[in-house]
């Protein structure tokens, strides 16, 4: 390691109650710089961890692993105090992972987590300490003169962290700092105690102290220019170069030449992108995969004989279709280790509906699969509605499935206690969730922390536009009355600037909505875990994508008050038909081709009816006409801002209605092999299916390599776009279309894709 030091106290916006911090723009100022390692350090968790890995990999930096912790001596009176914990290897990481999470299980005091100092005893290994600066328990004894208890303590810790402990040292400008250090260098010389030097970074350029300032202010709902708040932090604590920290403790080397040892000593090999589920128990003497096929094949059978006269002449070959398509998914499914995870699933449903709580029939890409139609994950019959597995599971981009489960309001709950206690209750958790420092909240905050007027900030924010993933700069470029506002008035003006460095910042984390983890031991060997002070609440400290790449999977268990009210209404009704001796009405055998119903809804009489309640949704219903199922299908895709407004409703409404001419998929540009994939929409590409179904009929794609485009077209990736396009028009050649006509559905699918 070349450089001459390394940051090893760092904030990021992770901390929550302070830093500003982000992930990537440290780990590219790092590589900037020529700093060869980073640490990040936030307050007690591991919020950011997954995040900051990567990006230093990503940038050629070497990721340093640790958290800033508050600790309480078992033998106080209550004072909290700092300590730095540096994580060396993979026990070190088990160990800090416990102490982290303990602190929100065991030791929060009044909802701040903190860590006991007998803890440390055992699950030090693998950790190297710093020793807080002037905050820690020694720099406390040694401001308030009491140099004998800094001595004991500081023996205290170089005997918990033998060869491990280090006196860290600042000079960031703030109280007691200097007074601080020269009594720890003597500390340290008497003690034979290495020392290091750290700035205790909050964020990366200088220029951001007041930003950093107004976001704690913030957070503790202060003002910046209250005369009680205590002013913690200073401008020094930004990402120094090297040469600066040098010069800084020029009279002190050592400190600077630690920072690389310690560095140097820290090598933590995170392991990411690996699956371990949960045990499923299967019956002795069977693999896990043996048993998937078998109650597959077995469940399959049954909704054979629900779907089909199995004494009609076309039954075999009904029954070929759907045994080829099982055993295709079932190879798959097996070949990318997932039997599992499709079993935890199963019993989790099933144990839901024999406990007569309503499950959705199954959403999402899962829907696809005729695994879960067989299993009873879903009820949807894939092969009834052309849903591709492919966009479920594939073989050629392997990533976990991921079914989206509806359940009843009521009944979730139950669900996700009925996993706990089946698979643990230290193996199951909720996801992690962050709120962010949005554009028109950012705005008001700011505004309050700089002790504007309410009426100023009131006025600013509701110049913003109510629009999901609206930005401040989208803002700007959108409203002129906004623009030319901000011009005009210089409080405004200070408002908006400093809103501009902290929104998207984290704020606050809360609960996943529906996401639960499952792991094959307890959740802490995988996802230090946060919790209510009363310890309940428990989620992981990674979000939804952190999670999986620390090797855990998730689950949806979403709450959908519609399966309530559906299930209240039955429950109503087969009172009644009770009383009439009347058969009770079962919800999975109502007729999909009632024609009252579809009369209902060409009246628009649709109100509390499940995606289909809206005025506008009402309008378009009126303009369709439905009078087949999959007519509500194509409203609920069609009533989107993309299709609304290129036409495409027209282009529909007026082929269903024999006003305008079915192509396939455009008059000038269409070819028969397109009809089957089209016909169900009068020609118009409206599914993500169809553009998959044309990628296989006439560019020649795999349908895992469809899958792909179909990916690609939703993140419009230029370059990838260029790739797809050369793909696809030479498949298509190779497959005998001309040219001209491949180029132009390409684009005809990529307009589509532009919907979103």
């Known amino acids: 390691m070349s450089s001459q030091f390394v940051h090893l106290r760092l904030h990021s916006e992770y901390s929550l109650v302070d830093g500003l911090v982000r992930i990537k723009p440290l780990a590219a100022k790092v590589a900037e710089i020529g700093m060869p390692a980073i640490a990040l350090t936030d307050f007690n968790n591991f919020f950011g961890l997954v995040k900051f890995y990567k990006a230093a990999q990503n940038a050629g930096v070497k990721p340093i692993v640790g958290a800033d912790v508050l600790v309480l001596d078992d033998s106080s009176e209550g004072l909290l105090t700092q300590l730095v914990l540096l994580v060396m290897d993979n026990q070190g990481y088990k160990n800090l992972t416990l102490l982290i999470s303990k ?9 701040v987590p903190t860590i006991r100092t007998s803890w440390l005893e055992t699950f030090n ?40 402990c280090y006196l860290e040292l600042q000079r960031t400008g703030r109280v007691d700092e200097e007074d601080y250090l020269h009594a720890a260098v003597d500390l340290a ?176 890409s899962g829907a696809g699969s005729l695994v879960a139609y067989a299993l009873k994950i879903t009820d949807l019959d894939p092969i009834e509605y052309d849903l591709l597995f492919e966009r479920f599971l594939n073989p050629e981009r392997v990533s976990m499935p991921d079914f989206d489960i509806d359940f009843c309001m009521e009944g979730r709950d139950r669900v996700i206690a009925y996993v706990a206690e089946q698979y643990g209750r230290d193996a199951v958790s909720q996801i992690v969730t962050f709120g962010t420092m949005a554009a028109k909240a950012v705005v008001r905050d700011v505004a309050r922390v700089q002790g504007k007027s309410y009426g100023l900030a009131d006025k600013l924010s509701k110049l913003i536009p109510f629009e999901v993933g609206m930005t ?111 058969d009770p009405l079962i919800l999975e055998k109502i007729p999909l081709d009632d024609s009252a119903t579809y009369e209902m809804m060409q009246r628009g009489e649709t109100t509390a009816v499940f995606q289909l309640e809206s005025r506008g949704m009402k309008e378009l219903i009126r303009k369709l006409g439905p009078d087949r199922f999959e007519d509500i299908v194509a409203l609920v895709a069609l009533f989107r801002p993309g299709p609304l407004q290129s036409g495409m409703v027209d282009d529909f409404i007026n082929r269903k209605k024999g006003r305008a001419e079915v192509s396939y998929p455009h008059p000038q540009y269409q070819h028969e092999c397109l009809k089957p994939a089209l016909e169900p929409t009068y020609g ?28 690609a077209m939703g993140k419009k990736n230029a370059q990838e776009m260029a790739k797809q396009r050369d793909l696809f028009v030479q498949g298509a050649i190779g497959k005998g279309f001309a040219e001209h006509l491949a180029s132009n559905i390409f684009d005809l699918m990529e307009k589509f894709a532009g919907y979103g």
């Open 189 to 364: 010389m008497a003690l034979d105690c290495p020392v290091v030097a750290t700035n205790d970074v909050r964020f990366i350029g200088q220029e951001e102290y007041e930003a950093h300032e107004a976001r704690v202010c913030i957070h503790e709902g202060r003002s910046l220019d209250d005369p009680r708040r205590e002013r913690r932090f200073s401008d020094q604590q930004y990402l120094r170069s090297s040469d600066e920290m040098v010069a800084l403790f020029e009279d002190i080397p050592e400190a600077i030449e630690n920072t690389v040892e310690i560095a140097k000593r820290c090598n933590l090999d995170l392991r990411l992108g690996e699956y371990f589920l949960p045990d499923y128990p299967i019956p002795s003497g069977k693999t896990i995969d043996e048993f998937l096929v078998e109650i597959s094949n077995s469940g399959l059978d049954e909704r054979l004989g629900q779907l089909f006269d199995q004494q009609d002449p076309t039954f075999p070959e009904h029954q070929q279709l759907y045994r080829e398509r099982l055993a295709f998914e079932l190879k798959i499914i097996i070949e990318m280790g997932f039997p599992g995870y499709f079993l935890i699933v199963m019993d989790f449903i099933g144990w839901a509906k024999a406990n007569d709580i309503p499950v959705g029939p199954g959403r999402g």
């Open 472 to 582: 401040l700069e989208k803002a700007v470029e959108q409203e002129d009355d906004l623009s030319q506002f901000l011009a005009a008035d210089d409080e405004a003006a200070e408002i908006w600037s400093m809103a501009l460095q902290l929104e998207g910042v984290s704020r606050n984390c809360g609960k996943h909505a529906g996401g639960v983890v499952i792991a094959p031991t307890r959740i802490t060997d995988f996802s230090p875990i946060y919790c209510d002070e009363n310890g309940t609440g428990v989620v992981s400290q990674f979000d939804k994508n952190d999670v999986e790449e620390a090797g855990l999977v998730k689950f949806d268990f979403l709450g959908l008050r519609t399966l309530t009210i559906i299930d209240w209404a039955l429950k109503m009704i087969n009172v009644t038909r009770l009383d009439n001796a009347e």
């Open 684 to 711: 118009v590409i409206l599914y993500q299916e169809q553009v998959m179904q044309i990628a296989q009929e006439m560019g020649g794609y795999t349908l895992g390599g469809a899958d792909l485009l179909r990916r």
């Open 103 to 111: 602190a929100y299980q065991e030791g929060q005091k009044q909802g």
């Open 125 to 164: 290994e693998g950790l190297i300490v710093l020793s807080g600066g002037r905050l820690g328990e020694i720099g406390n004894a040694l401001v308030s003169g009491r140099t004998h208890d800094a001595q004991n303590t500081l023996k205290k810790l170089m005997r918990v962290f033998p060869n491990r």
